[in-house]
């Protein structure tokens, strides 16, 4: 009889509890490994001596003296590098009249950088018998002793108190200021020396020659100014403006010029 051959049964290999171990132990030790790792790096940037602010570069500035941004930035040599902010010291910065906007960076090992953009005059403007030069944003920023040649003359002849660096203009103010001004860059003929700011939010243009065009409140701004275009137009005595006392423009469909003499206008209508 032929033997009937025994089947061979395997059997799984036992686990190796060993290896579990080891995975379990990395799993736990090396977060804590990596946490204490970035602790003492965080300790060696405020401890260390070669991480300190010891070098404040700084660039972009022209009329803002050095020392006044130093000032406004209160950055004490020594100061951890990573204690110094960015966005705190830019909004620091910002509160300097002269200043429009500022960056702030870190150059390692121990250098802050600081680039900042000064404000550019758009106006001169005359407050409480003081002149200041004004950015386009209407920012009354640098105090000047004459108006600034080539800049566009504003005369704010509201009742306010003294003004201080840094106010700025009202919005639409501001709006109404650069239309008047637009319409004088299309109509160079007028001569515009000023634009007044009157009580009551009014507005007033000063021609050269000294005349006054009382436009009144900024209601129906456009068409008042269409109205004096066509004034300028055809009339060379307010084109001129030397012998007209001034031109009313308060309803923009009834305009109203008083000469300074008796000149011989038009009967009709003026417009």
């Given at each position: ?22 995975g379990n132990?990395?799993?736990?030790v ?60 830019e ?9 429009a ?17 000064e ?36 005369l ?41 700011l ?27 100014l269409?109205t ?16 007209i ?17 008796e000149?011989?206008?038009p ?5």
């Amino acid at each position: 009889m032929k033997k009937t051959p025994r089947k061979t049964v395997r059997r799984p290999a036992p686990r190796r509890k060993s290896n579990r171990r080891r995975g379990n132990l990395a799993s736990t030790v090396l977060p804590l490994a990596l946490i204490a790792l970035l602790a003492e790096m965080g300790a060696a940037a405020l401890l260390s001596p070669r991480l300190q602010v010891h070098t404040v570069a700084l660039s972009g500035n022209v009329n803002a003296s050095r020392e006044v941004l130093l000032k406004r930035l209160s950055v004490a040599p020594g100061t951890p590098l990573v204690k110094c902010l960015p966005g705190a010291l830019e909004k620091r910065l910002s509160q300097e009249p002269m200043i429009a906007s500022a960056h702030v960076g870190w150059r390692w090992p121990d250098t802050l950088t600081v680039e900042v953009t000064e404000r550019k005059p758009a106006f001169v403007a005359k407050v409480s018998g003081a002149w200041w030069e004004m950015d386009a944003l209407g920012t009354l920023f640098r105090p000047v002793s004459a108006p600034t040649p080539g800049l566009p003359q504003v005369l704010d002849r509201r009742e306010r108190a003294a003004p201080k660096a840094g106010e700025v203009l009202p919005a639409e103010t501001l709006q109404n200021l650069k239309d008047c001004l637009a319409w004088s860059e299309a109509h160079k003929e007028f001569r515009l020396a000023s634009v007044s700011l009157e009580k009551g939010g009014k507005l007033c243009l000063n021609s050269d020659g000294g005349m006054p065009v009382q436009l009144g409140t900024p209601v129906d701004l456009p068409r008042k100014l269409e109205t004096l275009a066509r004034l300028v137009s055809d009339y060379p005595e307010i084109r001129a403006g030397y012998d007209i006392a001034y031109v009313n423009l308060y309803a923009w469909d009834a305009p109203a010029v008083l000469p300074k003499k008796e000149l011989q206008l038009p009967r009709e209508p003026l417009l």
